[in-house]
């Protein structure tokens, strides 16, 4: 049986975070430093001060997870070594950091890139997600190949909650059609573009350049990744699926489903609000230990 951490993506900021860990710690302070000077921006102010719709930018709000994620992990850590790996979309990225795929540094520099390859395809397309509630994966699915737009499965968070991504006028009848298929809610999400979906596709091609310019390692312990929720080492597969997930959907409930059958029991979610992966978790199996490290924890 064997201990997995899991990393959050988007969605998990919040205003003040870092802040406790900077003046905790003058190791950790230097960190979020180096964070600011790798990303030419005053990260740490909006990280600690916002506002918050600043923090909900994709420019920050990528970086701000990834670091906090970081910082959480290399104060609780101490000399845990988990047996497996795994992120939630951006959260992949940290898990490639914790696994030695990537130096933090390396690591920092994609996120950067993968930050603003998004915002300036979010920009170019004006697109939407939404997240339906109680229907089964498949008749989601049905229901996006039936509409006559771009809307496409992005994150398969966990039985009854996916989360669909595409053009706002494929988002909007995909709201509807679920709802008069009987979802228990179908609501329209606040993000900054289609995220996972085919519209990203000039960000994967930005993103696949930057990834070209840094060296990846085989990883240390398993990754599940997830554009297929397999667990991968070897760096090369590592990079191609990176790049690949930015219009791929995120397999998380899957991901999950395939760590547990291949004995992990035990599970810890790090960094951001805490407790996101942790419900989505309960939701796939109630029989797995659980929990999360906070950065007041």
Known sequence: MGKAFLFPGQASQFVG??????????????????????????LSTVMYEGPEEKLKETIYTQPAVFLHSYLVWRDQAGDATPDAVAGHSLGELTALVVAGVLTFEEGLYLVKKRAEAMQAACEQNPSTMAAILGMEDAAVEELCAGIDAVVVPANYN?????VISGSKEGITAAVEAAKEAGARRALEISVGGAFHSPLMEPAMEAFSAAVGEVSFSDAQIPVYQNVDAKAHQDKDEIKENIIKQVISPVRWTQSIQQMIADDIDSFVEIGGKGKILLGMLRKISRQVEAEVWVENG
Do not use: F, H, R, Y
């Open 17 to 42: 975070m870092g802040q406790q860990l900077a003046a905790k710690s003058p190791e950790l302070k230097s960190i979020i430093d180096k964070a600011d000077d790798v990303m030419g921006l005053d």
């Open 158 to 162: 966990c039985p009854g909650q996916l």
